[in-house]
């Protein structure tokens, strides 16, 4: 049995696999031989750190979600009690946008 983990229940630092259905997203799976193309880090606050087009953002989770087939929250099995050295160094490397 998996548990399923909702954009309410995101905690810091879980992970988010997407799988897309426009065709770059399919050239990435392809090519990849993986069932997804995208990945994001949950920062909290409804926020997502993610790399797109245009480089290194932050979005809210409703806009990152938005038209993909579908979307995976997986979260460690033993989550350490702090999180902000991941956090950090993610939010670190989205301050400078490359």
Known sequence: MTDKIGTDDLKEGDVLLYRGTAALSKAIQ????SPVNHVAVYLGN????EAVAEGL???DVSTSISGYEWVKAYR???VPQD???VLDR???YLDQGN
């Not at 392809?30 to 031989?33: H, I, N, P, S």
């Open 30 to 33: 392809f090519f990849d031989g």
């Open 90 to 92: 993610a939010r670190f």
């Open 46 to 49: 409804g926020l997502v750190g």
């Open 83 to 85: 999180m902000s050295p």
């Open 76 to 78: 460690l099995a033993d």
């Open 57 to 59: 953002v932050q979005r």
